[in-house]
């Protein structure tokens, strides 16, 4: 197949999971074109059957601000004309599912049919298109796709229920390749990080206030008062400033280490004991899922699709959003009972290996692909 993938470039877990996406397809054979305003950040070499595509941005002074949407859908076009595409694959519904209808909808005037597949991966349903100025518009690009996953079960009935569609809505995990995630030797970086023995917290995202870093801090200095503990911070994002800040008050500035964004993540999570993820919102948490394939455990909130991942007492713990004291003493749990934790770490890894693995959930992508080109 020549598949078309739209999504936002970023660090966030929507656009990691449309580039492996991307790149496990090509591996098979197919030629993937992603279109989008910047290279995707996990295409940092040449691939073969791999294309990129960027979306021109026009600088006019009649436009005060950028027309994103409208040059995403002309370029969609242009790729689907000259590269002769089978299907689009978008990421995210505001703006690529509008833009992928319109491309459509120019293309109808020719008698071409293009068809696309959009994919739901959280903010966009459950932040963004609860906007009331974006309610009717996310519901129609939904309703339009010619079909729709989404990440989680959670996620699905929630978009059923928030824009009352009755689309059929197909769940299709977030997947992660168990091969590269996976328990290794860290050690280096373990004694650079906790020179001392210390116990290593470790969180990772896109610093937004939904995802309640500052839990993650407020949990470190709870921890520390019975064992010795660093805490991890990798990402970055508008939160934080507001993070540092929050740790030179507590005066725990010295054991909370920001690493800015890091693309050598399995090294930095076998250096790590407990993976914290407090967020107030989480339609999968593809983070953690990337945790527990290296044997780490999972401290998380017990909010939207995380509980389908970590599972209570078994990979890790769930709390309540915001719940700073239950996860500072799972924590201590993990830190001071070997035989619990070492459970816990087989758990999480083997979980990983038996539902997430990309070789399980490619094949569900490729046989959804089919079912749409063929109905």
């Known amino acids: 197949m020549k598949i078309g993938i739209t999504c936002y470039p970023t660090y966030g877990g929507s656009g990691v999971v449309a580039t492996e996406l991307g790149l496990a397809l090509a591996s098979m054979g197919h030629q993937v074109h992603f279109i989008s305003y910047a290279m995707p950040h996990r295409l940092n070499q040449f691939y073969e059957n791999i294309f990129f595509h960027e979306v021109e941005m026009s600088s006019y002074p009649l436009f005060e601000h950028s027309l994103y949407g409208l040059s995403l859908t002309s370029k969609?076009?242009?790729?689907?004309?000259?590269?002769?595409?089978?299907?689009?694959?978008?990421?995210?519904?505001?703006?690529?599912?509008?833009?992928?209808?319109?491309?459509?909808?120019?293309?109808?005037?020719?008698?071409?049919?293009?068809?696309?597949?959009?994919?739901?991966?959280?903010?966009?349903?459950?932040?963004?298109?609860?906007?009331?100025?974006?309610?009717?518009?996310?519901?129609?690009?939904?309703?339009?796709?010619?079909?729709?996953?989404?990440?989680?079960?959670?996620?699905?009935?929630?978009?059923?229920?928030?824009?009352?569609?009755?689309?059929?809505?197909?769940?299709?995990?977030?997947?992660?390749?168990?091969?590269?995630?996976?328990?290794?030797?860290?050690?280096?970086?373990?004694?650079?990080?906790?020179?001392?023995?210390?116990?290593?917290?470790?969180?990772?995202?896109?610093?937004?206030?939904?995802?309640?870093?500052?839990?993650?801090?407020?949990v470190l200095a709870k921890v520390k008062k019975e064992i010795p503990t660093k805490l991890v911070l990798i990402g970055d994002g508008p939160d934080r400033s507001e993070c540092e800040r929050l740790a030179r008050e507590l005066d725990i500035h010295k054991d909370v280490i920001f690493l800015g964004k890091q693309d050598g993540l399995t090294e930095i999570l076998n250096a790590s004991d407990v993976f914290l993820m407090p967020s107030q919102s989480e339609s999968f948490g593809l983070s953690a899922l990337e945790a527990m394939a290296c044997g780490i455990?999972?401290?998380?909130?017990?909010?939207?699709?995380?509980?389908?991942?970590?599972?209570?007492?078994?990979?890790?713990?769930?709390?309540?959003?915001?719940?700073?004291?239950?996860?500072?003493?799972?924590?201590?749990e993990l830190f001071t009972n070997e035989k619990r934790y070492n459970n816990f770490s087989k758990n999480a890894r083997e979980r990983a290996v038996k539902n997430f693995d990309k070789k399980l959930v490619l094949p569900k992508y490729v046989e959804y692909y089919e079912k749409i080109l063929n109905s």
Do not use: C, W
């Open 76 to 218: 969609m076009l242009e790729v689907f004309e000259f590269e002769d595409l089978d299907l689009m694959h978008v990421h995210y519904a505001i703006p690529h599912a509008v833009s992928a209808y319109l491309a459509r909808q120019v293309l109808r005037k020719s008698k071409k049919n293009l068809k696309f597949i959009t994919t739901l991966h959280g903010t966009d349903i459950t932040l963004v298109g609860l906007e009331p100025s974006f309610m009717p518009l996310v519901k129609f690009s939904i309703e339009e796709s010619d079909g729709v996953t989404a990440v989680s079960r959670f996620l699905k009935e929630k978009t059923l229920t928030n824009y009352n569609i009755e689309k059929d809505i197909e769940v299709i995990y977030n997947f992660i390749d168990v091969e590269k995630f996976k328990p290794q030797e860290s050690e280096i970086f373990r004694k650079h990080i906790a020179p001392n023995g210390e116990k290593v917290l470790v969180h990772t995202s896109n610093f937004r206030v939904v995802k309640r870093v500052t839990d993650a801090i407020r």
């Open 297 to 332: 455990p999972v401290i998380s909130s017990s909010v939207g699709g995380l509980p389908e991942l970590n599972i209570h007492n078994e990979t890790g713990y769930i709390a309540e959003i915001g719940d700073i004291d239950r996860m500072a003493k799972y924590a201590i």
